[in-house]
């Protein structure tokens, strides 16, 4: 009997001292402990693509511009695809799921500005964009050609 009571003692001062040095070295504050969903309460959304099968590229798209959209949100947001069609947003510490789900579904704007910050021309003078890869001195350089309603270009003269 006496050689477990010695185990146990043992045991316990053992744990003791791991504690301690998890205290010392690990977490100082409960605020550097990352909550999660489970804990932290939040929103899950799954969006699921209308395509049976999306290209990867078009996934890997859609997946930046909300994980763009969601850092807003929170810092710990994660955004991440699920199958072969379906993208799952996670959101912590947010309650407001059908705010987000607005403001996520909203398409993105295109706005020109003067110097002022006053918008002079937004998306709806676009007639047409469309990607242009341009080379010079093997240096490549993404473009986008847009192409102006009659409207639109009545303020390009100004």
């Known amino acids: ?3 477990n009571k010695g185990k146990g003692l043992l045991g316990l001062i053992i744990a003791l001292v791991m504690v301690g040095l998890f205290g010392y070295f690990g977490y100082t504050t409960m605020g550097d402990i990352k909550l999660g969903l489970d804990l932290a309460g939040g929103v ?3 969006y699921q693509a209308k395509e ?6 078009d996934m890997k798209d859609t997946i930046y511009k909300l994980q763009q959209r ?3 949100y929170s810092t710990e947001a994660e955004v991440y695809q699920e199958g ?7 959101i912590p510490g947010v309650s407001d799921a059908n705010a987000i789900l607005e403001e996520l579904g909203k398409p993105g704007s295109l706005t020109f500005t003067d110097e ?7 998306g709806n003078q ?11 001195n093997g240096i490549k350089q993404y473009m986008v050609d ?10 390009l003269v100004m």
Request: aromatic share 4%; glycine share 4%.
């Open 1 to 3: 009997m006496k050689s």
């Open 84 to 90: 072969d069609n379906r993208i799952n947003v996670d």
């Open 70 to 72: 969601v850092q807003n």
């Open 52 to 57: 049976e099968k999306p290209s990867e590229e």
């Open 126 to 136: 676009v007639s047409t964009a469309k990607p242009v890869i341009t080379e010079n």
């Open 44 to 46: 899950s959304i799954t």
């Open 146 to 155: 847009l192409t102006f309603t009659d409207d639109g270009k009545r303020y």
């Open 116 to 122: 002022a910050g006053k918008v002079i021309l937004n």
